[in-house]
């Protein structure tokens, strides 16, 4: 079955350390993305790729990196410039134009 | 101005009644809207896309575009327990997909 997975699905922590988060697409979609969601918070966007080995900054970029080396992987590191890394991070992906994002299950990290 | 807005709620119906649930958006060049279910700890799942302005089906859910006004809504007709979860919505400005999420309505469905 085609599907976009992420992984870990938790993950801990300690403060100061860098921790990348996994995620694999096999559905042939050139976009991919990275949002993180807060409690009773709306996904905010932490960076896109349209194409392999390009990116862009979303709205909350700081403390984080990214690479696209290839189309099925997206993976994103927290790194310890990151001030609040608590959070459920969401990959996804899209054929682009209009079509809707599909959503990983997601990972929840915590940093203590 | 938040770019997308809706009432966090909840918004509480019975079981079997009609569930209104409300967007605005901020930006008039916005092209592709979605709603979006998310239970909670889970990812989102897309429920519905909408495009252009009227009423688009599907099965229990319709959505509602009304691009002069700005809004989008989604009905659940015949709401069911399972129905009770957050709903997102999402509006796309440009052919790039690059959505912008509302913060969510919790609607809870009684038995």
């Known amino acids: 079955d085609g599907g976009i997975t992420q992984s870990p699905k938790y993950l801990f922590r300690k403060e100061g350390q860098n921790v990348t988060l996994s995620c694999e697409q096999n559905?042939?979609?050139?976009?991919m993305y990275w949002y993180r969601q807060d409690p009773g918070q709306g996904l905010r966007l932490i960076y896109y790729?349209?194409?392999?080995?390009?990116?862009q900054k979303g709205d909350i970029a700081e403390g984080y990196s990214v690479s696209r080396e290839k189309k099925e992987s997206f993976p994103l590191t927290v790194t310890s410039a990151q001030k609040n890394p608590t959070a459920f991070y969401l990959c996804?992906?899209?054929?682009?134009?209009?079509?809707?994002?599909?959503f990983g299950n997601g990972t929840r990290l915590t940093v203590t | 101005q938040k770019e997308v807005e809706q009432n966090s709620g909840p918004l509480s119906v019975p079981e079997g009644a009609i569930a209104s649930l409300n967007c605005t958006y901020s930006?008039?060049?916005?092209?592709?809207f979605f709603w979006y279910r998310q239970y909670s700890g889970k990812s989102p799942e897309l429920i519905m896309s909408?495009?252009?302005?009227g009423d688009k089906e599907d099965g229990r859910f319709t959505a509602q575009l009304n691009k002069a006004s700005q809004y989008v809504s989604l009905l659940i007709r015949d709401s069911q327990p399972s129905d009770s979860a957050t709903y997102l919505c999402?509006?796309?400005?440009?052919?790039?997909?690059?959505?912008?999420f509302g913060t969510g309505t919790r609607l809870l469905v009684s038995p």
């Open positions: 996804a992906s899209t054929t682009g134009g209009s079509s809707p994002l599909h």
């Open positions: 790729s349209q194409i392999v080995n390009d990116f």
């Open positions: 909408i495009y252009s302005n």
């Open positions: 559905l042939n979609h050139d976009a």
């Open positions: 930006d008039r060049v916005s092209q592709s």
């Open positions: 999402a509006v796309n400005k440009r052919s790039f997909q690059k959505l912008v």
